[in-house]
């Protein structure tokens, strides 16, 4: 089995700056896609950022110039710093990864549980 387990969520002010981590453990072969969602109440889960084994990028248009996303391929963890943080960045936010269980065998999406992360004065 695949688990991913984030860390890093928590309360901070307008404008300060988190750290969220995720490290994907289990039957992995190879993680070709590690990224970010969000979903705020009320609203769709959407795409925060995400990041290629090669280290291709793709962010949002709303965090560009704020968030950054990285990853270590020999620990299977990803990273998104986030600065200049925005009440309208509060959401719950999940890790997921696009991986190959065995060399040659089918492409698997897994979620992590979510991390809460509130922007609020």
């Known amino acids: 089995q695949v688990q991913l387990v984030e860390s890093g969520g928590g309360l901070v002010q307008p404008g300060g700056s988190l750290r969220l981590s995720c490290a994907a453990s289990g039957s992995i072969f190879s993680i070709n896609v590690m990224g970010w969602y969000r979903q705020a109440p009320g609203s769709e889960r959407e795409l925060v950022a995400k990041?290629?084994?090669?280290?291709?990028?793709d962010y949002a248009d709303s965090v560009k110039g704020r968030f950054t996303i990285s990853r270590d391929n020999a620990k299977n963890t990803v990273y998104l710093q986030m600065n200049s943080l925005e009440p309208e960045d509060t959401a719950v936010y999940y890790c997921n990864a696009l991986l190959m269980k065995v060399p040659t065998g089918p492409t698997f999406r897994f979620w992590g549980q979510g991390t809460q992360v509130t922007v609020s004065s």
């Open positions: 990041i290629t084994s090669g280290g291709s990028t």
